[in-house]
C-alpha cells in the first residue's frame, strides 16, 4: 500500500502538449477517479503513472519513492486495461498466474494465489477456461485478478466498465466498491463516466486539456464546483448557464440576465467588485422548478417534457436562453406551453468571464 | 435448426441441387476436378506397373501391378539419402526461416532501436529482387566459402526469405498495444513477450507459415541442383532427374520417385491442414 504523488508532470507527444503540469496526490488507501472528456490526457496520466508512458517532465513518486525513471514492474503498480487484454493463449489460470511465472515462483505457491483470487472473484469453476470462452463480465474479473494476485501496492485502471452492458456496468461497479473496501489498496481509476467517478471514488480528479481543472471529493464537485468547466461537466442533464451582468447590491449580488429581468443573488462570500461585470449564472435543474403567477422568476415555452418515471425535466426556451427545470409533480405539461420558473437562487453559482466561480453556492 | 429459412447453407445447397444451373456448375466443377487429379492418379497408377507395361498397358487399373518401380529406386538410386538430404535441408531452413522471421518481424514491428526503418526498407526491397537473380552469386559465395555439396550450403542462401518476415511484422502490428503492455506489467523482459506472449498467441500463423516454407523448401529444385553435384548431397527433387538421366527412359522408376518425392509434402499438408484450420479457429475465436 503507498500513496501516488505527481509534481509538475508534463507529457508532450511532438509538439503536442498533452499534459500540462500536474500535481496531485493520492493519499494511500484512497480511491481516485480521474475523469474528463475523451481526449483530456487520463488514460496517458495513468499510463505515466504505470511506468507505460515516458514522463517529460516532472516526478513520480510511489509510496514516497521516486519512480519516474523505474520500469513498470518495479513500481509495484498493477493495472487493468479497458480492453482486458487477456492472453488468449493461455487459461484463466495461468492468466492470473502468468506475473508469477515470470517472477519464477513455485508451482505450489502459484496454485495457491491462483485460488485465493479465484475464490474472492467468483472464478472457481472458469480456471481451465480461455478467454474466448468468458463473457464480458468473466473477462473484466480475470483481469482484476491478473492485477490482484500480484498484491500491488497502486491499482490502475482504465475504463475497466465501458465494455460492459448497463447493468453489468452497476454489478462491477458495487464489486470493486467491495474489493477496495476489502483491500484498502491505493486505487487510480480512469473514467469519463461521472456516475461511476461520483459512487466509486473517495476523491476525484477532473481534467481538462492536459490541466486538472478541479480536485475534491463527488460532494465538492457538485455542489462547490470551482470554475464553469466542472459546473457543466459533473451533473445530468447539465447545469443550466445564464448570461448576464452582476454588481453588488444591499441584499447580496444582483445579476440582471438577457431581456432586462434582474435576479438578486442572496449574500455570500465574494470578493468585492466594483460597477457591472459579466456572469454566468449556473443553476441545477433540481434548482429550478416550474411555478405560475407572482412566484415565476423567468418565463418561457416548454420545448420537450422528458419524463423519466420518478422525475420529469422540461425543457424551456426563455428569452434569457434555454433552461432545464426538474418538474416532479407537473404531470400536464405539454411541449409548446407556456411556463413559468421559479429559481432556488441560494443554489445558484457565479461564473466569472474567465470560467472561474465568483460566488458559490451558500452552505 | 429445421425452418427453410434458418439454416442458410443447408437451403443454398438444397437449392443448387435441385436447379438445372446448380447441376451443371456440380458437373463442371466435378470436371475440374478430374482434370486436376487425373495427372496424379495417371503417375500413381504408372509408378505400379513395369518398365515394359509403361509403353503398352494403358487402362486405368494396371493389369500386372507391381513395385518393382519402387523398389529399383529404393534399393538400386540413392534415394533414401536424397530423402534424408531433403529432410535434413527442409526442417533446417524451416525451423531458421521461421524463427529468424519471427524475430525479425517483432524486432521491426515492437522494438525502437536506431536503423529500424531502413532494415525493414532493405527487406520490403530485396522482396522485389527475384532470388534467380541472385543466383550465380550465391553460388560463387558458396563456392568461395568452400559449402558446395553441404546441407549448409543448400540451406544458407534459401534463408532469405523476406515475406515471413513481412507476414510477422503485419501480425506483430495488428496485434492490440495492451497485450504488450499487459506483459510488461506482468514484469516480462521483451524476450519473455516475445516467447510467451507473441508468439505463443499466434501459433496459426507459424504453422501456416512453416508448411508454406517446408513445402516451398522440400520442392526447391534450381539452387540444390546447382549446389549439389555429388550424388550424396542431392535432394530427392534433385536426385529424381539423375535416375531419368542415370537409367534412360523408364516411366515406372521415375514416376516411383516422383510419388515418393512428393509424398511428404503432401502428408505434412493433409497432417498439418488441420493443425492450420484449427489455429485459426482458435485465434479468430478470440477476437470475437
Ligand atoms: N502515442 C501518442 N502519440 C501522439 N499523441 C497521443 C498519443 N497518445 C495519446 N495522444 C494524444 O494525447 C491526448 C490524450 O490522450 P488520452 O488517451 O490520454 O486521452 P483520454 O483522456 O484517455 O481519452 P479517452 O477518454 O478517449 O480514452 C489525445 O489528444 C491523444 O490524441
Ligand atoms: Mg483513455
Known sequence: ?363 | MTGATTDGQSTSLGYMRRTPGGVLLTLLTLIAAATWFFPIYWAVMTSLRSDSDTVTDFGLIPANPTLEGYIFDIVHSELPIWYLNSTITSVGVTVAVVFMSACTGFAISQLRFPGRMLLWWTILASFMVPVTALIVNHFIIMANVKLLNTHLGIILPMLISPVTVIVYKQFFDGLPKEFREAAVMDGATELQVFLRVFLPMNWGVTTALAIITFIGSWNAFLWPFLVSQDEKMMTVTVGITAVQDAFGVAFGRVLAGAVLASLPVALAYLLFQRRVTQAIALSAGIKG
Request: net charge neutral; with cysteine; glycine share 10%.
Open chain 1, 1 to 363: 500500500m503507498a500513496s501516488v504523488e505527481l509534481s509538475q508532470i508534463t507529457k508532450t507527444f511532438g509538439a503536442h502538449d498533452v499534459i500540462r503540469g500536474i500535481d496531485l496526490t493520492v493519499d494511500d488507501g484512497s480511491f481516485c477517479a480521474l475523469l474528463g472528456p475523451s481526449g483530456c490526457g487520463k488514460s496517458t496520466l495513468l499510463r505515466m503513472i504505470a511506468g507505460l508512458e515516458t514522463v517529460s517532465g516532472g516526478t513520480v513518486r510511489i509510496g514516497g519513492a521516486d519512480v519516474t525513471q523505474a520500469e513498470p514492474k518495479s513500481r509495484g503498480v498493477a493495472m487493468v486495461f479497458q480492453s482486458y487484454a487477456l492472453y488468449p493463449h493461455l487459461t484463466v489460470a495461468d492468466n492470473i498466474a502468468f506475473s508469477l511465472s515470470l517472477a519464477g515462483t513455485s508451482k505450489a505457491v502459484r496454485a495457491e494465489k491462483v485460488a485465493k483470487v479465484a475464490s474472492m472473484l467468483r472464478l472457481g469453476e472458469l480456471l481451465d477456461r480461455r478467454p474466448a470462452q468468458l463473457s464480458g463480465g468473466q473477462r473484466q474479473r480475470v483481469a482484476i485478478g491478473r492485477a490482484l494476485v500480484r498484491d500491488p501496492k497502486v491499482f490502475l485502471f482504465d475504463e475497466p466498465l465501458s465494455n460492459l452492458d448497463a447493468l453489468l456496468r452497476v454489478q462491477m461497479r458495487l464489486e470493486l466498491a467491495k474489493l477496495h473496501s476489502d483491500l484498502g489498496s491505493t486505487m487510480v481509476y480512469v473514467t469519463h463516466d461521472q456516475v461511476e467517478a461520483m459512487t466509486l471514488a473517495d476523491k476525484i480528479v477532473v481534467l481538462d486539456k492536459g490541466a486538472i481543472s478541479q480536485v475534491g471529493t463527488p460532494w465538492e464537485l457538485y455542489n462547490r464546483p470551482a470554475n464553469r468547466f466542472v459546473a457543466g461537466f459533473i451533473g445530468s442533464p447539465a447545469m443550466n448557464f445564464l448570461r448576464g451582468t452582476a454588481r453588488m447590491a444591499a441584499g447580496g449580488i444582483a445579476v440582471t440576465l438577457q431581456g432586462g429581468v434582474t435576479l438578486t443573488l442572496p449574500a455570500r462570500a465574494t470578493q468585492d467588485f466594483v460597477g457591472d461585470r459579466p456572469v454566468e449564472l449556473g443553476i441545477r435543474p433540481e434548482h429550478v422548478s416550474v411555478a405560475s403567477g407572482t412566484g415565476a422568476q423567468l418565463s418561457g415555452r416548454s420545448a420537450v417534457v422528458e419524463y423519466l418515471g420518478n422525475t420529469s425535466y422540461v425543457y424551456v426556451d426563455t428569452p434569457q436562453g434555454s433552461v432545464i427545470a426538474e418538474a416532479a409533480g407537473a404531470r400536464g405539461l405539454q411541449s409548446g406551453s407556456p411556463v413559468g420558473l421559479s429559481l432556488n437562487l441560494s443554489e445558484a453559482h457565479l461564473f466569472d468571464e474567465s470560467g472561474r466561480v465568483l460566488a458559490a453556492a451558500s452552505v
